[in-house]
């Protein structure tokens, strides 16, 4: 049996959250970019669940931006999809499992622009929400004509010019817009990408202002862990006991936090926030951002390295080994936690990281560190090149998990083969992918230099990192011996040296 409107009665209400027929008729209010689990686990789930309780009211139109592929996956269901979230929550198992109702349509940009653009005409549809991945808030200077643009700022641009026409410009009828890429800023940088491109576009002054002051882009952080659609052995098990089959069902955590900044005309936009613990929206969202970029974000990236090379696949597995597990707890509430550069109260920091703790020790979420590696070398610069720099100008020393993390790095990023300008390493005779944009560029350092010379160019590439790592007291040294340690007698070994205070710097 297939998941469909059809087939709900058919499904057994005792164990999964079902929405009622009354909900498939509920306006049209939100306008999403984005088709992926993440999103779809993360901000449809709050509308569902606001809807299920008769808070909010509304349905999303989503529509899919990728040149190939269409909705028929979607439409086979009806849009209908089921999360499961399953973990620790105190200690304890707690399982949800819900069937999503919460997305009316499906949209294909390609194909159906002009339906999308129908619903700029829509009173009732008044938020936007995006989830492009980071690459997807970047500006390309295009004209907006009939067709649908190529980026997606430039969706959204040619969305509110026929949202401003529709309504003749009408203040009341701008769009609250809450991007969920994970960039710093997110809104800020998106509304400074939309009125450029806008400018570009020679687009009239009365229509610039009405874009600047009566749309309100909202910056947003989102934090919660979503492998997606399980393996087919695991979603096979679970659709049985289910019930039926999904081709869009996703897994979860149970953890979510969506924080929006915003004030209380924010607030009454975005009803769903007020039966939804997760969400939380405040004027300022500093203090959410710096705790999870650092302590969760910042965590994972000196670690996946790490723990990858140790030989854990999974986070799980490396957090419940007791050498590595208080080795990655130490580096949280000794390390990271200190260095965090934002004023925030101690107690806070400290719940915050014992929550991580608890989240990367979930038993149900199949975390894999090698995903985490992707893109390394941008996360390393963005996450945790301030905690190195403040935990160095607090304590004069380099910290010692910290630069284990970055010892690490820099030996995954050592490619052994290169094939069609996909690169990999070798550890343990195995090979695995090294995806990050400046894997070529490693690939050459590794061949030019020895081990020492590796360790002096990637530390003295300000074109990289925007600074001279050298410069950091004791870094190079403390990295180069890690380095050295680590291709000697492995991972596990600077590890269990560090947890054991052997390591002397």
Request: aromatic share 10%; net charge negative.
């Amino acid at each position: 049996m297939i998941l469909s409107k059809h087939n709900l009665p058919s499904i057994n209400g005792e164990r999964i959250d079902l929405p009622q027929q009354d909900i498939f008729s509920l306006p049209e209010k939100v306008l999403q970019f984005g088709t992926g689990v993440f999103i779809r686990s993360f901000a449809d789930y709050f509308i569902d669940k606001a809807n299920k309780k008769g808070v909010f009211n509304g349905r999303v139109v989503v529509i899919k931006s990728t040149s190939n592929g269409d909705s028929r996956e979607f439409d086979t269901q009806d849009s209908l999809y089921t999360v499961c979230s399953k973990g620790l929550e105190n200690g304890k198992i707690k399982e949800e499992i819900s069937i999503n109702a919460s997305i009316s349509r499906v949209l294909v940009a390609g194909s159906q622009w002009n339906d999308i653009l129908r619903c700029a005409h829509n009173p009732e549809m008044k938020i936007i929400i995006s989830n492009t991945t980071e690459v997807g808030i970047q500006l390309v200077k295009e004209k907006i004509g009939t067709e649908a643009p190529s980026s997606f700022p430039g969706k959204l641009l040619a969305f509110l010019l026929e949202r401003y026409h529709a309504f003749d410009g009408s203040a009341a009828h701008g769009m609250v817009v809450v991007p969920a890429e994970l960039i710093p800023d997110n809104g800020t940088k998106l509304k400074q990408i939309i009125l450029e491109l806008a400018r570009f576009n020679e687009v009239e002054e009365k229509v610039m202002v009405w874009l600047e002051e009566h749309n309100r882009f909202c910056n947003s952080l989102v934090d919660r862990i979503v492998p997606g659609k399980p393996a087919q052995p695991e979603l096979q098990k679970i659709q049985d006991a289910l019930g039926y089959t999904d081709g869009l069902l996703s897994v979860s955590e149970l953890f979510s936090l969506w924080a929006i900044e915003g004030d209380e005309a924010i607030k009454a936009i975005l009803s769903f926030a007020q039966i939804n613990n997760g969400v939380v929206i405040e004027n300022n969202i500093d203090t959410y951002r710096e705790l999870k970029l650092r302590l969760l974000n910042g965590t994972h990236t000196f670690n996946c390295g790490l723990a990858f090379l140790a030989g854990f696949n999974f986070t799980r597995d490396a957090m419940l080994d007791k050498q590595y597990g208080a080795f990655a707890a130490n580096m949280m509430q000794e390390e990271i936690a200190a260095a965090i550069p934002l004023d925030i109260d101690k107690e806070v920091k400290s719940n915050y990281a014992h929550q991580v703790i608890e989240r990367f020790c979930n038993p149900y979420i199949d975390h894999q560190w090698i995903s985490i590696t992707a893109q390394f070398t941008s996360k390393m610069k963005m996450r945790n090149l301030p905690l190195l720099k403040r935990y160095v100008e607090l304590h004069g020393k380099s910290p010692e998990r910290m630069t284990a993390g970055f010892a690490a790095y820099l030996l995954f990023m050592k490619p052994v083969r290169v094939e069609n300008g996909r690169y990999f390493g070798k550890v343990n005779e195995m090979e695995y992918p090294i995806n990050d944009d400046a894997a070529a560029w490693f690939h050459d350092c590794w061949q030019q230099h020895d081990v020492p010379g590796v360790v002096n160019a990637v530390l003295a590439n300000v074109e990289l990192w925007g600074m001279d790592l050298r410069e950091l007291n004791g870094f190079a040294d403390a990295v180069l011996k890690n380095l050295h340690q680590m291709m000697a007698s492995g991972v596990m070994q600077v590890v269990n040296a560090i947890e054991n205070k052997e390591m002397v710097f």
